[in-house]
């Protein structure tokens, strides 16, 4: 016990000598300005000590704060955290981890598969696919939610049986019009997703009651409607793939534990935080991961989603009846009498 107390007071020393002799004053304050933000809202701070201690070691020289931000992609590696990052003078700084995916197919499809599409798939089944967006200032959430719903109802009859979203190039942005666009899809009367904090605490939820959508009690609603709104049963296949990130996570998410769901295709990329902003100064800002997502179990996600049945490869968006993921599902919603 007294070793321990004696490396904590050492720690503590070091870090209180380093802080003495800092040669520009802003600089250490940059840093204890950063820190107290991580040190309060990131979802993961077991490295906080640490990091604290060799930012001040790295910077104890430096003439100008201009000189610290590069320091801020080892720190949020440290925090495992490479869905944030700091802003600063126009430039971002974060965690570049590579993606493990190696499905260039997909990859290539991102640059240019970038609207909502739909298609009726053996005269059974309705076919949806969902890319990513960068509405994320909030600006589109209705032409967002409307496109989607348009696109449903362009397709959507009675013999419609069964649906497949597909999410394998949803690389994120704003879950929120996405969400708004498939509410009869996710369910009724039913609290399907949310957040937890690092103490496991809820910080948001996602709900839809009486038909409406409500994230955190805030009621969002859509100006289209369905043609034919009674979703909440039907058969539905959600594809992924490692491109499947953040708002295309959260998305699935949503989905998981609906009753007549299965999820095909390939691990996503591991971005299920919520990422909040907080201003340093008026030339910084640092985005945390502030919370986890959890579905409508209260599972929590601090890893990517495994698909129930996993299928690499074999994507084709010019053939969908060739898809390997699509012939999965087609093969799936056979168990289902239509």
Do not use: C
Not at 128 to 133: M, P
Not at 177 to 199: H, Y
Not at 243 to 250: P, R
């Amino acid at each position: 016990m007294k070793k321990i107390i004696l490396l904590l007071y050492l720690i503590h020393f070091s870090i209180v000598m380093q802080a003495q002799n800092f040669q520009n004053a802003n600089v250490k304050k940059f840093i204890d300005k950063s820190i107290n933000i991580i040190e309060n809202n990131a979802v993961n701070v077991e490295n906080i000590t640490s990091i604290k201690e060799r930012l001040y070691k790295k910077s104890v020289d430096f003439k100008s704060v201009d000189e610290i931000a590069p320091l801020f992609k080892e720190v949020f590696k440290d925090l495992n955290d490479y869905h944030g990052n700091l802003k600063y003078n126009g430039k971002t700084y974060g965690w570049d981890k590579l993606t493990e995916s190696t499905n260039t197919y997909l990859k290539n499809k991102i640059k240019n598969e970038t609207k909502v599409k739909s298609v009726i798939i053996n005269k059974q089944i309705g076919y949806i696919r969902i890319s990513g967006n960068d509405d994320f200032a909030f600006k589109k959430v209705d032409s967002i939610a409307n496109d989607i719903v348009s696109n449903i109802n362009s397709i959507d009859s009675k013999k419609i049986k069964a649906w497949i979203i597909d999410l394998r190039i949803n690389t994120g942005g704003n879950m929120y019009p996405i969400l708004l666009g498939l509410k009869e899809f996710i369910g009724n009367n039913v609290i399907f997703g949310g957040f937890v904090n690092s103490k496991n605490e809820i910080t948001g939820n996602w709900e839809i009651k009486n038909n409406k959508l409500l994230i955190d009690k805030n009621l969002l609603e859509r100006k289209s409607e369905l043609i034919f709104p009674s979703k909440n049963t039907i058969p539905i296949a959600i594809l992924t793939s490692g491109y499947t990130a953040s708002a295309g996570e959260m998305t699935a998410i949503s989905f998981i534990g609906r009753d007549n769901t299965f999820f095909i295709g390939e691990p996503t990329a591991n971005y299920t935080t919520a990422v909040q902003g907080f201003e340093i100064n008026k030339f910084a800002a640092i985005n945390l991961s502030t919370d986890y997502v959890i579905d409508r179990n209260k599972k929590v996600y601090k890893q990517n989603i495994i698909p129930d049945y996993e299928v690499k490869d074999g994507d084709n968006f010019e053939n969908l009846n060739k898809d390997s993921k699509i012939k999965e599902a087609l093969k799936l919603f056979k168990q289902f009498s239509y």
